[in-house]
């Protein structure tokens, strides 16, 4: 029986797969960058209107959606649809956003920003484990944060499943350099950018099929979340700090950084679980900008 706030290793499974689908291809990259030629009100437009039209072509990434926001929020009939074509449209010009305006310098990127919260653990000269989700503009979040602390920032990001697909998504440079999770050799690396002050920015909401992911109730529900970023925090004596960057109404971003915490040996479960509570208050509160396609609380079909 789970636990209210019982927090418990996930058991492993097979590689997930929940990032795949079968229009996530070069050609629909191309498609997307060339839409950038158009001034940006035109292009949200545009894309919001193909995002609509992606609800339609892919029925199991939309059931999935439907059922989760029937979760966070409790509506039901035309509303819960008009909040799953929402979900589909904000994710569309997002994605717009990602493969023209985040390919551009830092200070380019400021254009779009309506605010920034202020975060004095930002202008310290110690490392900082940023920890972010599905959640808005997540690429755009870890250009910002490069740019506003002027330090070094590691992007922590899974392997591409497509070829061809870097250029768009994992572009180098001002101040931000992609890594590819895997062999042991990256934590250590990792704990050594720590150590030098720089930032490591991470996911935090998605499970990775391993014992590192455990069990936290997210709206209701155990949910399973990666026990990593937190590991790594202790690991490095750095503090976690949640950042998001969120699509408000009139198409400004709002880059929201929360207080830090503090992971000491052996609380790391404890920290895993204060992430989710930030995290369920931003998904409350912009429902339709957390982008999972799937179902977050059994993403291994178990």
Known sequence: MFVANDVRPHPPSGPP???WHRYNRVVGYR????????????????????????LRRMPKEGAAVRATLATITGASGVQLDALTRRAFQDFAACFSDLVTTNRRPAERLLDYV?????????????????VTAHVGNWEMAGRLLAGRTRRRTHVVVAPEAVAGLERWVRRDGDGVRFVVRGPVSVGVELVAALRRGEVVA???????????????????????????PFILARA?????????????ADDRYTVRIAPPVTVERGEEAEAARQW???LEGVVREYPTQWFNFFDVWNPFGR
């Open 17 to 19: 797969r929940w990032y």
């Open 276 to 278: 989710v509570s930030v």
């Open 236 to 248: 490095a004596r750095v503090p976690v700090v949640a950042a998001f960057c969120l699509l408000e």
């Open 202 to 228: 991470l996911q935090g909401d998605r499970a990775i099929g391993t014992q590192g992911d455990l069990l936290i109730p997210f709206f209701g529900r155990p949910a399973p979340f990666p026990l990593g």
């Open 31 to 54: 498609l997307a960058e060339g839409f950038g030629r158009l001034p940006r009100r035109w292009r949200l437009a545009l894309a919001r209107r193909v995002g609509a039209l992606a």
């Open 114 to 130: 309506g605010s920034v919260s202020e975060s004095p653990i930002l202008g310290d000269a110690i490392g900082v484990v940023s």
